[in-house]
């Protein structure tokens, strides 16, 4: 098992904004976090970062937590952030050198992992650019690069389709699963749920830093009585009939 997260509560100077949060993402399964804004998705995936410390509860990835094995734990981890976040004054190379240098890995080694990624996506002859000068959607192809070459057993991706053109969007989806089909491990947020249906094995339904509900499709359109329906038509019928149509 990748990812178990136990019972996590945790927020902001002493205010809960998830409370005892359970869910596990299994190796070979991508798994979608999914809830209107405020819900609790981006704290989550914070305290799973280790960037924020639980008020309880347990995160374990490949059955290590945090504080047992800190740098094992983060060497294990890939994040794919909302918002691109590029070094103003290094130049593409020099990001994939730095990510190198983070998970302890020969560049060599991580340059030649880069090499088809780069070239999928238009970057193989901007090298030497500064990512601070391309657009969103190319930012956003740097740090996925970036996150896919330390060959991660856990990936955590939070909205990784905003910003990226349509062919850029369907590259995601084939990289998501080929991760899959190597057994490595997916979480992702995202509001794209039609993206997210074609993907992801079994889906988190978070509201107000609760789970609200949990498991595949299929599963969540029986819980509510939805034979047939798709991942869109089952939470528009949760967020109006469960009353959470406006964000938190």
Partial sequence: MSLNVSQLTGGYTRKAVIKEVS?????????????LNGAGKSTTIKHI???????????????????????DYRKKIAFVPETPMVYRNLTLKEHLEITAMAYDLPFAEVLERAQPLLKLFRLDQRMDWFPEDFSKGMKQKVMITCAF?????????????????????????????????????VLMSTHVLTNAEKICDSFVILHDGLVFAKGTTEELAETFN????????????????EGFGHDA
């Avoid at 869910?23 to 809830?35: H, Y």
């Avoid at 939805?226 to 009939?241: H, P, W």
């Fill in 49 to 71: 970062m280790g960037l924020m410390e639980p008020f309880s509860g347990e995160i374990k990835v490949d059955g290590l937590t945090l504080a047992e094995a800190p740098v």
């Fill in 226 to 241: 939805l034979k047939g329906a798709d991942l869109e038509e089952i939470y528009r019928y949760v967020a109006q009939e």
């Fill in 149 to 185: 070459v330390i060959n991660p057993t856990l990936l955590v991706i939070d909205e990784p389709f905003i910003g990226l053109d349509p062919v850029a969007m369907m590259d995601l989806e084939n990289l998501l699963l080929e991760e899959r089909a190597k057994g490595h491990s």
């Fill in 23 to 35: 869910f596990e993402v299994k190796d070979g399964e991508i798994v979608g976090l999914i809830g």
